[in-house]
């Protein structure tokens, strides 16, 4: 298993967070994810990573992996200004992470705290959640109230917001 994949798990371990690891062949899209998803009960989400105009702010932004995002829809429901993708590099810089392995478990890797995280208030009616491991070659599910449990061991900021109607 690799390094990111074993800094997450001794990270739940730590915290002593249940999990179940699927490991898969690379998966760095939602459509190409959903085919070995069908036999795993839990919400999957998509993480996008977004910069604001001025390049000094970052944001993660969860969603359930149905749901389409407008960005000019999460610009108003964020308040945040512009937003644009973040480049690779940043995602890198601030999330030790590479396209298509976004995750909040990047934000173990954030040891400023500097990335901001909204998540879809839809998720909290969740039982079990999905993400990578911040490596696109497995899926991490874990109950919705240790998620929670994690969020706020890391120490980044983050809220649920409505962003859907």
Request: hydrophobic share 35%; with cysteine; proline share 4%.
């Amino acid at each position: 298993m690799e390094n990111k994949i074993n800094k997450v798990i001794e990270t739940l371990m730590a915290l002593e967070i249940e999990y179940e690891l699927h490991e898969h062949p690379p998966l760095p899209t939602i459509e190409e994810a959903v085919k070995y998803w069908k036999t795993m009960d839990a919400t999957h989400c998509k993480n996008i990573f977004f910069r604001n105009h001025k390049g000094n702010r970052h944001y993660l932004v969860v969603i359930e992996h149905k749901q389409t995002l407008a960005i000019h829809d999460l610009e108003k429901r964020l308040k945040q200004g512009k937003l644009s993708f973040a480049s690779p590099k940043r995602l890198h810089k601030y999330l030790g992470l590479e396209p298509g392995s976004v995750s909040p478990f990047g934000l173990i890797n954030d040891t400023e705290n500097h990335v901001h995280l909204f998540l879809d208030e839809n998720l909290q009616s969740s039982e079990k959640i999905s993400f990578h491991p911040n490596k696109n070659t497995a899926s991490l599910i874990l109950a919705f109230d240790d998620f929670l449990k994690y969020l706020e061991s890391i120490g980044n900021s983050y809220e649920f917001i409505k962003l859907y109607d």
